[in-house]
């Protein structure tokens, strides 16, 4: 990470953290209060940089998508998936993520009775979706309203998978107790005789760093793990915290050993606040070739995500970079047609910087971020 000390601005480093935290909000909780003055890493997560006071980024990469169907909470951009989000806070802000910014605290904050009336009956309404996932936010922050939801989403026939995306378990490892798994295994029932119709409930844990990995968040996770509810490790690629593939084989090692699977490895967003934390893609691609020799390893699957989708990217993948206003972007060919994120999204357009090809696949183009130091100005 680079030093403050050269900045051109002549405030001092405790003057810019202080006007920060003026401008983006600020979260711990007890649990990783006591965890950032023990681990770097973790602290660079939580700690309010002078680095997040540089002009950058977007503080609502997804709330277009919020709305869907004029519907608080819910989202849809795939066939096959609708995301509910049945809370909006978190109870501590990742300094990488848009929740910390303040143009969002005046938002609704839950989904009302009436939001989960109409969300379960779109979802009724079209067997093709398969999957729901519940993500935030963060869903655990709110066990009774997430089981209210999981009550209306488990019973409709055409639904598969149920994912909870979390990063509670981390915060709070805490409120994960015998009683909160046994609800979340309810929603698991295995069919022997027609497999095809079981549904299943797992969790995807949001994970960056081994340090986070505490025994009591181990613990934690344990509770779900021993009940069949599979846990799945998503991380965040994170400039100065685990851009090396020491750090990601070491966490994706932590994880295998003690049940969760390796799942997504994600590029950093371009929100805001965040140009600090973001290196290139091409970084991400190097971490990846050079763990595709481990085992296990490389289950991770390489991301970075757009107001349209997931894009994947695999070891030596080429990229083609453009230059737009100066800056360095990645366009891509999507596997989404126009057509189809129009109809899924509500939308009456495309998001700025997609275009369609001849074929009517949606053409993206992502903002790439650096690997050189980061200078204040
Ligand atoms: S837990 Fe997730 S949604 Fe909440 S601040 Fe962190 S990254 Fe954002």
Redesign the pocket.
Known sequence: MSSVSDRPTGKTEREMVREVIGKYRTKISPSLTRLVKRSDAVAKQFMPSPFESLNFGTDKPFEEGKNNQGIYGLERVYEDRAVLTPYFE?S???R?????SRTLAGEAKRMSDENIDQAIRFIESDDRIRTVLI????PFVDAPLLEKVLDRVFPIPHIRNIRI????IL?SPETVTEELADMIARYKRIDEGQPHLSKNISIGL?INHVDELTPQVVQAYQRFIRRGVSVRGQV?LLKGVNDNAQAIRELAEAFLSTGIVPYYLFHCMPVVGAKHFRTSVQKGIQIIQDLAAYSGTTAFQYVYVTPVGKHRIGPNHPLDYVEIDGERFIRATTPYKAADYLKFSDSEKLPPLHDVDENGYIVSHYLDGHDEEEVLR
Do not use: E, M, Q
């Open positions: 978190c501590a802000y990742c990488y993520c848009f929740k910390k993500t935030g936010g963060d995306g979390t990063r509670n915060f949001s965040v």
